[in-house]
């Protein structure tokens, strides 16, 4: 069964840090391009970070360029994202998404919940 679990979401103040997981399982991160995207209430749901499968290369949302920094474990099938210097505007669902890019095979987690309030 083909499964992508977020965790590590919460309620952080502004200026906080939290670290995002996205631990796959039925398939290996590796062979996929993974990506992180976010869902703010009332908004549209918007790519935060990508890292492509062979380069290992990140890219980032102009709005968290800096401030996130998205990695991967293949040992672990995991990938995270690192969120510094939270801020209000970063409170949303934050998603976990696989994409195999020959077939456009694609898996979304569920999401985790960061609110960055005072």
């Known amino acids: 069964q083909v499964l992508l679990v977020e965790s590590g979401g919460g309620l952080v103040q502004p200026g906080g840090s939290l670290t995002l997981s996205c631990e796959a399982s039925g398939f290996t991160v590796s062979r996929y391009t993974m990506t992180w995207y976010r869902q703010a209430p009332g908004k549209e749901r918007e790519l935060v970070a990508g890292m492509t499968t062979t380069t290992g290369l990140t890219n980032y949302a102009d709005s968290v360029k800096g401030r996130f920094t998205m990695s991967k474990d293949n040992a672990k099938n995991t990938v995270y994202l690192q969120m510094n210097n939270l801020q209000p505007a970063d409170t949303a669902v934050y998603y976990c998404?696989?994409?195999?890019?020959?077939?456009?095979?694609?898996?979304w987690g569920k999401g985790t919940l960061v609110t960055v309030s005072s």
């Open positions: 998404k696989a994409i195999f890019v020959t077939t456009g095979t694609t898996y």
